[in-house]
């Protein structure tokens, strides 16, 4: 079965949400920071896994966009990178994390 922008686009808002809860429980530890039960591991795991979540959105977002019809033209002119070659080398990684994340709620595809 072949995947749609929207599946692509649904894994990018999946993938957004789970980095704002990551970013809020590492702020959240953060203000906590003097507790003796965390420890900047704890803040630190949870910015790390924001961050991936983050890339894997983006890459989900960038790659339901292309195939709803934007050019890499338009995605790098939209994130700010000089060329399109530019873009597709810079986001290569995030795109094979959003395809991860889409293959782990849609393993039928």
Same mark, same amino acid.
């Given at each position: 079965?072949?995947?749609?922008?929207?599946?692509?686009?649904?894994?990018?808002?999946?993938?957004?949400?789970? /980095?704002?809860?990551?970013?809020?429980?590492?702020?959240?530890?953060?203000?906590?920071?003097?507790?003796?039960?965390?420890?900047?591991?704890?803040?630190?795991?949870?910015?790390?896994? /924001?961050?991936?979540?983050?890339?894997?959105?983006?890459? /989900?977002?960038?790659?339901?966009?292309?195939?709803?019809?934007?050019?890499?033209?338009?995605?790098?002119?939209?994130?700010?990178?000089?060329?399109?070659?530019?873009?597709?080398?810079?986001? /290569?990684?995030?795109?094979a994390a959003g395809e991860?994340?889409?293959?782990?709620?849609?393993?039928?595809?």
């Amino acid at each position: 079965m072949a995947t749609t922008p929207q599946d692509w686009r649904v894994t990018a808002t999946e993938q957004a949400r789970r /980095a704002i809860a990551e970013l809020g429980c590492a702020l959240d530890d953060a203000a906590d920071a003097d507790s003796p039960v965390l420890s900047i591991a704890d803040v630190l795991g949870h910015m790390w896994r /924001a961050a991936r979540a983050a890339d894997a959105a983006v890459g /989900a977002l960038v790659v339901a966009e292309l195939r709803a019809g934007m050019s890499w033209a338009e995605v790098a002119g939209a994130l700010g990178f000089g060329t399109a070659d530019e873009a597709r080398q810079a986001l /290569a990684p995030a795109m094979a994390a959003g395809e991860r994340r889409l293959r782990d709620r849609l393993p039928h595809v």
